[in-house]
């Protein structure tokens, strides 16, 4: 080989190695494809009181972690004490009335049998009992209702889970069903990732895929696809805003779409999921 044709062999020997590299990463791109537009989720509970009041307790701190059933907050119970109390005495009082009725009816049925009170009076008789039975049984139910409610004025962790963004102090008042606390549910986390329509046929549910954050590149962990999404947002109204909203990366050209994949943790992530973290995914089968 002439000194002269060294460079344009060499030359040719580059280009070909380039190509060979770059059909290589394209057909890995294609077949098994990868994403860092991926972060972590989990599902976050509103926690509301289910009675009105002032709070008067709030044993928990911002960011705690805390397990089913930990006293989260407490709604002043005095009312609802009182309520109950209330209707104690008239449950009470419409016993009373029912034993009365009771006596009144054994009484009337004597009488009837003694042929000395005709029909009427023993049917009213059996009617003033059917009457107080009915208003015992509402002074029960009104009862038991108003328990509920004082039951209610402690509210406590639906699940395991960590509180974040509590801007809440005893004082406060709160109203039946509004939301004061959120609670991450710390069994619920995964991964959204969003891969282009063009590569969902490579991204089925059951496949494996290789997770790391950003920053960590050298320590990935294992997850698993579970589903992909069966639609997105369409802002020209053709779909409901119940479907989530997926943005274009560039706004002047015709980019494919980017569909949400709900993908499992399987492995041990380096540092502790939150949600919003930045995920990379590639799949590996």
């Excluded at 190509?19 to 057909?27: I, L, N, P, R, S």
């Amino acid at each position: 080989m002439t000194s002269s044709k060294a460079p344009l062999v060499i030359t040719t020997v580059a280009i070909v190695l380039a190509a060979v590299a770059a059909f290589g990463m394209y057909e890995r791109y294609t077949t098994k494809p990868w994403t860092r537009d991926g972060q972590v989720r989990a599902n976050i509970v509103g926690v509301a009181s289910r009675v009105e009041g002032p709070i008067i307790n709030i044993p928990i701190r911002d960011n705690q972690q805390v397990k089913k059933g930990d006293l989260l907050f407490e709604v002043d119970p005095s009312t609802y004490e009182a309520t109950v109390k209330n209707w104690e005495a008239k449950l009470l009082q419409a016993q009373a009335a029912q034993i009365q009725a009771q006596q009144e009816l054994q009484r009337q049925t004597q009488l009837y049998q003694s042929k000395v009170t005709d029909l009427r009076d023993l049917q009213n008789a059996q009617d003033s009992l059917a009457a107080a039975q009915a208003n015992t049984a509402a002074a029960a139910a009104e009862l038991d209702f108003a328990k509920l409610n004082l039951s209610y004025t402690k509210i406590f962790a639906p699940v395991d889970g960590y509180l974040t963004n509590m801007n809440t102090s005893p004082g406060t008042y709160v109203y039946a069903g509004q939301q004061i606390l959120a609670l991450v549910d710390s069994s619920s986390f995964w991964v959204a990732a969003y891969f282009k329509e063009t590569q969902l046929q490579h991204v089925t549910p059951g496949g494996t895929v290789r997770l790391t954050f950003i920053g960590r590149d050298s320590e990935p962990f294992d997850g698993l696809v579970e589903s992909v999404a069966w639609g997105i947002f369409d802002p020209d109204g053709s779909t409901v805003e119940l479907l989530p909203k997926v943005n274009q990366t560039v706004d002047w050209v015709r980019l494919p779409n980017r569909f949400p994949v709900r993908i499992n943790v399987t492995g041990t992530p380096p540092i502790p999921l939150r949600i919003g973290q930045t995920v990379s995914i590639a799949t590996t089968r």
